[in-house]
């Protein structure tokens, strides 16, 4: 009989063991010496020997000895080797299993531990038959796990491992190699002989330790191998030798142990040991594994999860992961993880809210059992649903976001009740305002959810709502016993616990029942049961109505949110935007236009939600609707809505979203051609077909007729808005039916001459309806400035009367007094603006020529140049063109373009003869009519009208630019009316950007519209001004502190755009906000603002600061601003922004080093208090170095605090004393004067209350300290080491104040006291006097 088998803790270890009490090795072979086909020899030997012999020859020595050294060096055995030494060991050990089963039904046989009976003669049989086969299945075990172990170490992959047994089929079928199913084998093998009953080998008190221990330390090594996991069934096998190690053998300590390791350590486990845990519950009916895994996580201090963040990730995946899977058992035992909610760890917290989660939705489905049983249930589940609702509000944004995420999730299930649903959604809606871009992000999808699995309904009209809860509360007073006393129907809701599921089944009926009686006040309520069903219907449309409100006064909320910086907020409300247009909530639709401006935004993502959204929502199936929802948000549209809905549609007809259904009924609404539609109906469809015509233009040519018939026939006069419109279609048309319009276009032009020049359009339209027009002649016709000067010919002589060409210029130029006189300002008015903007237009118009001039000529260069190289002179042309540019023979036509459109654009305004300038002679009519302020304050209309021409014609000429530049900025400044002002505003930014240099000068006075008391003026002033330096148009300059105050802007509005401003300025280069906040500070603590106005500007701006060196190069310049600081509201200031700066070490490190710069306004306690603050910023350094460097620091400005304020102290009691006393001069007189010498000889001092002091007492001591007293009253000096001398307090002696009147009585005359005693009194007072003036 061989000797036990004793597992090493290594495999060396066998040679080690030579004691005889247990299998060692004797005779190892070294594998690695001999030649392949001895190797070979070798490996069939020991392969014949464990086939043909029996399985129990293992545990001879010989067989032993050989099969160790083959898996010793099993890593240099040819693969054919590896596949005969492996499948043979394997093949055994599969064999061997069953024949332990058959050990217990042996005859009389006997297990090892039973004492001898009659059949003795047996039992040694039967005890070395256990022996053999419990040795034999240690053997295998343990060299079949060794081969394991050593395989997956070496780093074989299963990819090579398929090559090599690809290339050994070709060799020899026979062996062919394939390590991933050896793999598989031996690990399913090994799991099958633990689920044997090894109680027959090992007896049944008690397995061997150390075959377990063995089995499980290989095991848990295999599971940290990532590959292997990938493997399904490998990683089955090992959870199954896990589970049964840990249930069936008892050893849920050490496997416990060996999990937790794992979890904490190796990310990828999680997912599989979950698997494993709740495998093994399932199988044995035992979560003795689980149980104990939850409670020694439950243990754990909270603290050790704060350490290791990874770890406690990790636990937190697998406690999630676990529940998913045993969620009943999980449950039982949640209880020791709730204690971890008040723990540090958000990791955790989150975790256990997924736990929370999970038990909700899967742990209490079932609703069998007892009544005891189901109570339990629902008062463990109605806790857990506390607990999430009170984790809504936690310190930690995680957890906050992570638990909106579990009731998303929950509602998904319908695992939320109804009478739990509008609490939630008031949660949900509160948290829209979180701090936390991530918890808004998370509120919103919440909500989303809760629409989607509303059980209200598909449509939540809060009216609809109302309706049908009147009448079915009526219905239930009519059901109800007049003695039944009013009963609480939220109550009985919750007592009675509807669920979702029962509420959608009420819903529905409730539904019809909503739309009938919205539809109609007759129709008839529904039959839907007894009194408890009519009940609980009336407690469901009550919640339905108080979820349909809570949703309705989220709209404000959501409008603001679509400003938000963060683009998950902006996508995320939009999409709850269009579930709530969906599900009919009030507002929603009007609050879903407030997101047409977002396709400006530069964010794609953005611009295609918007656009995706749009399509949802506006373009159906059905053409005619389609129509009338696009015409529907052309009618009633701002004119930032309109530009964005043309971008949306003009996007969506080149991606062929518009059909051309949708095309041919806007045509079919335009013409008339549907019953009912009105012409502002008429003017949108229009509307929406200029918008598609910008991507497809050939959609309007077809209607052209139309077009001119309606849109400028008797229509336009009801619907004044159209005439423009058309005006809008006839400049989109195609370039071929604008060739056919200039050819045949007579009456097109005479009704825009008749458009321009009537007076049949109100004045509010008119001016709109103009300008498109003339923008449409300079689009359409052939000679357009022939055109518009015969418009502004014939409405001259109409205004002025004349008919001659000398008599117009004449009125023009000379009759300036006389004019007002007879033409009325409204005709005026529209006069100017009619040359303005033909002025503007003709502008427009060179420019355009120009541009296509420079087109022909590059493409005419394009064409030289491929003709040249066809034939070959390419390289003599660019030869002469060389040399005439050499001898300067040869003018560039770039310049002689330039020359060109400098003339003509000069000649619009400036000079020429009558035929070709007739703008020219109305330039200075104008310019006079608008210096004349007296008559423009008695016609604020035709002011308006005179600037804005005159700014159109600045921005036309620059020399009429210069010379009025004056004008313009008296009367921006000064204009009675905001409108004027704003119209200037606007201006200013047009000239700055066409004539740069000329307003330069005038910048200051840009800047200074930030601070016009108008509204509207202020607001046009942030947008030109944000356009101008945004796009480098204007430098940034000292002034910008303008704007700075109007992000503290009484206008919600204005303080919104500079925001905006500074955002999109902070992105520029290096942050420029960084270079000018020093001066910015400098520049508000000047200004006359609030403290918090100020606090909250420089809060704002640091924050837009985000590199750390910049943070750490201001804290010294803010420094340096100490020492020019005059007063103690600077220092209050730039402390201020000093404790708003995010301090790193080398930041705190200068801020050490700038002491000297404000240590004279360390005196002040909101200066102190601000660098306490930065103090406290600093201490969350985590180095022990730095923290003790701070508490230094703090030390240091304690101290010089503390005698900062004694000596302000001291001064200011030094000031009250001289208050009291007056001046020096006047205390030294009135000590001069003391004494009063009378008849008697006695001197009277009047400090003295009349005492009297005898000849024989002055020069006594206490005549002496009598004296000093009164002069000096008690002067006390203290050397200080940084300040020299401190003046204290005085304080007088004997409890005599110091403005008691005294006499001092001499028996001697004046002339026997003695003079040294005079004078030493005297330089006493004279002393003291200095003392409190602060001099000594």
């Known amino acids: 009989m061989a000797p036990p088998f004793v597992f090493p803790s290594d495999l060396n270890d066998l040679e080690d063991s030579g004691d005889g009490l247990s299998l060692s090795v004797e005779c190892s072979v070294d594998v690695s010496s001999l030649r392949p086909s001895h190797l070979e020899e070798l490996v069939k030997g020991v392969a014949f020997d464990l086939s043909d012999r029996e399985i129990f020859c293992i545990e001879e020595q010989d067989v032993f000895d050989r099969v160790y050294s083959l898996v010793r060096h099993f890593a240099n055995l040819p693969t054919s080797s590896k596949f005969n030494l492996v499948e043979t060991l394997r093949s055994n050990l599969s064999v061997l299993l069953p024949s332990v089963d058959s050990l217990s039904r042996a005859p009389n046989s006997l297990s090892p531990t039973s004492s001898p009976g009659t059949a003795a003669d047996q039992v040694p049989d039967i005890t070395t038959r256990i022996a053999s086969h419990r040795n034999a299945l240690k053997i295998y075990s343990f060299f079949l796990l060794t081969i394991a172990r050593a395989e997956e170490l070496s780093g074989s992959d299963s990819g090579a491992s398929s090559k090599v047994g690809m290339q050994g089929r070709k060799k020899n079928p026979t062996y062919t190699w394939n390590w991933q199913a050896q793999r598989v084998r031996i690990i399913n093998l090994i799991a099958n002989s633990l689920e044997i009953n090894l109680s027959l080998l090992f007896g049944s008190s008690d397995i061997d330790e150390n075959y377990l221990s063995f089995i499980s330390k290989c095991t848990f090594s295999l599971y940290e191998i990532q590959a292997l996991l990938k493997d399904a069934d490998t990683r089955e096998g090992l959870g199954r030798i896990i589970g049964?190690?840990?249930?069936?053998?008892?050893?849920?300590?050490?496997?416990?142990?060996?999990?937790?390791?794992?979890?904490?350590?190796?990310?990828?486990?999680?997912?599989?040991?979950?698997?494993?845990?709740?495998?093994?519950?399932?199988?044995?009916?035992?979560?003795?594994?689980?149980?104990?895994?939850?409670?020694?996580?439950?243990?754990?201090?909270?603290?050790?999860?704060?350490?290791?963040g990874a770890g406690a990730e990790n636990i937190g995946r697998f406690l999630v992961e676990l529940a998913d899977k045993s969620p009943k058992l999980m449950s039982?035992?949640?209880?020791?993880?709730?204690?971890?909610?008040?723990?540090?760890?958000?990791?955790?917290?989150?975790?256990?809210?997924?736990?929370?989660?999970?038990?909700?939705?899967?742990?209490?489905?079932?609703?069998?059992?007892?009544?005891?049983?189901?109570?339990?249930?629902?008062?463990?589940?109605?806790?857990?649903?506390?607990?999430?609702?009170?984790?809504?509000?936690?310190?930690?944004?995680?957890?906050?976001?992570?638990?909106?995420?579990?009731?998303?999730?929950?509602?998904?299930?319908?695992?939320?009740?109804?009478?739990?649903?509008?609490?939630?959604?008031?949660?949900?809606?509160?948290?829209?305002?979180?701090?936390?871009?991530?918890?808004?992000?998370?509120?919103?999808?919440?909500?989303?959810?809760?629409?989607?699995?509303?059980?209200?309904?598909?449509?939540?009209?809060?009216?609809?709502?109302?309706?049908?809860?009147?009448?079915?509360?009526?219905?239930?007073?009519?059901?109800?016993?007049?003695?039944?006393?009013?009963?609480?129907?939220?109550?009985?809701?919750?007592?009675?616990?509807?669920?979702?599921?029962?509420?959608?089944?009420?819903?529905?009926?409730?539904?019809?029942?909503?739309?009938?009686?919205?539809?109609?006040?007759?129709?008839?309520?529904?039959?839907?049961?007894?009194?408890?069903?009519?009940?609980?219907?009336?407690?469901?449309?009550?919640?339905?109505?108080?979820f349909s409100r809570c949703i309705t006064s989220l709209m404000p909320t959501l409008v603001q949110l679509l400003a938000s910086s963060s683009i998950t907020d902006v996508e995320n409300t939009i999409l709850l935007l269009m579930r709530c247009r969906q599900f009919q909530i009030d507002g929603s639709d009007a609050s879903l236009r407030r997101m047409l401006p977002l396709v400006f935004s530069q964010d794609k993502s953005i611009y295609d939600a918007v656009e995706n959204t749009f399509t949802t929502i506006y373009i159906g199936k059905n053409p005619m609707e389609t129509a009338r929802n696009l015409l529907n948000l052309a009618i009633d549209s701002s004119i930032g809505d309109l530009g964005a809905l043309e971008i949306l549609i003009s996007s969506l007809m080149s991606k062929g979203e518009i059909s051309n259904g949708t095309i041919s009924a806007l045509w079919d609404i335009f013409s008339f051609n549907v019953n009912g539609v009105t012409a502002a109906q008429s003017r949108g469809a229009l509307s929406i077909l200029c918008m598609a015509a910008k991507s497809t233009p050939a959609i309007l040519g077809s209607h052209l007729q139309d077009i001119i018939d309606i849109g400028f026939g008797r229509w336009a006069k009801e619907e004044t808005l159209l005439a423009r419109t058309a005006c809008i279609a006839l400049e989109r048309l195609s370039e071929e039916d604008k060739d056919k319009l200039r050819t045949t276009g007579n009456k097109v032009f005479g009704i825009l001459h008749n458009l321009i020049t009537g007076f049949w359009l109100p004045e509010n339209i008119w001016y709109a309806a103009v300008d498109k027009a003339i923008r449409t002649i300079y689009a359409l016709h052939p000679l357009p400035e022939a055109f518009a000067a015969d418009i502004v010919k014939k409405f001259v002589s109409a205004i002025f009367s004349c008919r001659e060409r000398d008599e117009v210029t004449d009125n023009i130029s000379n009759e300036f007094h006389n004019f007002m006189f007879t033409v009325p300002a409204a005709k005026l008015g529209r006069f100017l603006f009619i040359i303005s903007h033909i002025a503007l237009n003709q502008l427009v118009y060179i420019e355009a020529c120009i541009q296509n001039i420079r087109k022909q000529k590059l493409k005419k260069e394009k064409l030289n140049i491929e003709t040249e190289a066809v034939n070959g002179g390419l390289a003599k042309e660019t030869e002469i063109q060389g040399i005439n540019a050499e001898l300067g023979l040869g003018v560039s036509e770039d310049a002689i373009i330039d020359s060109l459109s400098q003339r003509a654009e000069k000649e619009i305004v400036s000079g020429g003869s009558i035929e070709k300038n007739l703008i020219g002679y109305c330039a200075p009519f104008l310019s006079k009519l608008c210096r004349n302020l007296n008559l423009m304050q008695k016609f604020p209309e035709l002011q308006a009208s005179a600037m804005l021409a005159v700014c159109r014609l600045m921005i036309v000429d620059p020399d009429f630019c210069e010379s009025n530049l004056q004008l313009l900025f008296t009367v921006v400044e000064g204009a009675s009316t905001e409108t004027v002002r704003s119209n200037c505003t606007v201006a200013l930014g047009d000239l700055a950007v066409r004539f740069p240099n000329l307003l330069e000068p005038w910048t200051e006075n840009m800047y200074a519209r930030l601070r016009d008391p108008s509204v509207s003026v202020r607001k046009n002033a942030v947008l030109v001004l944000s356009h101008l330096i945004l796009n480098d148009m204007m430098k940034v300059k000292g002034y910008i502190y303008e704007m700075t105050m109007r992000i503290e802007d009484e206008d919600e509005r204005i303080a919104s755009l500079a925001k905006l401003f500074f955002n999109e300025l902070s992105k520029k280069g290096s942050n420029p906000i960084y270079n000018l906040l020093p001066d910015i500070l400098s520049s508000l603590s000047n200004q006359n603002i609030s403290e918090d106005a100020f606090n909250n500007i420089m809060q704002f701006l640091i924050n837009s600061i985000k590199k750390d060196k910049q943070m750490e190069a201001l804290v010294e310049k803010l420094c340096n601003r100490f020492s020019g600081a005059t007063d103690n509201r600077q220092w209050k200031h730039i402390a201020y922004c000093l404790s708003q700066l995010t301090f790193s070490e080398k930041g705190l490190k200068k801020l050490v080093e700038s002491f000297k710069a404000y240590e004279h306004a360390l005196c002040d306690d909101s200066v102190m208090d601000h660098f306490r603050s930065i103090i406290n910023k600093c201490k969350k350094f985590g180095k022990a170095e730095i923290k003790s460097y701070i508490d230094e620091f703090e030390e240091k400005l304690n101290k010089i605090h503390t005698d900062r304020k004694e000596q302000e102290a001291t001064a200011r009691n030094a000031q009250v004393h001289q208050q009291n006393y007056g001046s020096l001069e006047d205390f030294l007189t009135k000590e001069n004067n003391l004494g009063k010498v009378t008849n008697e000889g006695e001197v009277i001092n009047p400090s003295l209350g009349g005492k009297s002091i005898s000849s024989g007492e002055v020069g006594s001591p206490e005549a002496n300290d009598v004296i000093s007293e009164e002069s000096c009253v008690s002067s006390i000096a203290s050397e200080r080491e940084t300040d020299g001398m401190e003046v204290q307090s005085s304080k007088g002696r004997r409890g005599v104040s110091k403005y008691q009147t005294r006499r001092v009585r001499v028996s001697a005359p004046l002339n026997q006291i003695d003079s040294g005693t005079m004078q030493q009194r005297i330089r006493s007072t004279r002393r003291c006097g200095l003392y409190y003036l602060g001099f000594l």
């Open 244 to 308: 049964t190690i840990s249930t069936k053998y008892q050893r849920t300590a050490q496997s416990c142990a060996s999990i937790l390791h794992l979890i904490y350590k190796f990310d990828y486990t999680v997912p599989h040991l979950a698997e494993l845990v709740a495998a093994a519950e399932k199988k044995f009916g035992d979560g003795c594994l689980a149980i104990s895994l939850v409670r020694e996580i439950g243990r754990t201090d909270s603290k050790e999860y704060v350490r290791d």
């Open 332 to 546: 039982t035992n949640v209880g020791v993880l709730v204690p971890h909610f008040g723990g540090e760890s958000y990791k955790i917290r989150n975790a256990l809210v997924g736990v929370l989660g999970k038990l909700v939705s899967k742990a209490y489905k079932d609703v069998e059992g007892e009544v005891s049983s189901k109570c339990l249930r629902l008062r463990g589940k109605q806790a857990m649903l506390e607990i999430l609702l009170e984790r809504c509000r936690d310190v930690s944004a995680y957890t906050r976001s992570r638990v909106l995420q579990v009731w998303a999730e929950l509602c998904e299930v319908h695992a939320v009740s109804i009478g739990l649903w509008n609490e939630l959604a008031m949660v949900a809606s509160g948290r829209l305002e979180d701090k936390s871009a991530m918890v808004r992000k998370s509120a919103l999808i919440l909500l989303v959810t809760m629409l989607q699995h509303n059980p209200f309904g598909p449509q939540l009209r809060v009216a609809a709502f109302e309706a049908t809860l009147e009448k079915f509360k009526d219905k239930l007073q009519s059901m109800e016993p007049p003695v039944t006393s009013d009963i609480n129907l939220e109550d009985y809701n919750q007592e009675h616990g509807v669920v979702a599921e029962q509420g959608e089944s009420v819903s529905d009926s409730c539904l019809t029942s909503t739309e009938e009686q919205h539809q109609g006040n007759d129709a008839i309520i529904p039959e839907i049961g007894n009194l408890e069903q009519t009940r609980a219907l009336v407690a469901s449309l009550e919640a339905g109505l108080r």
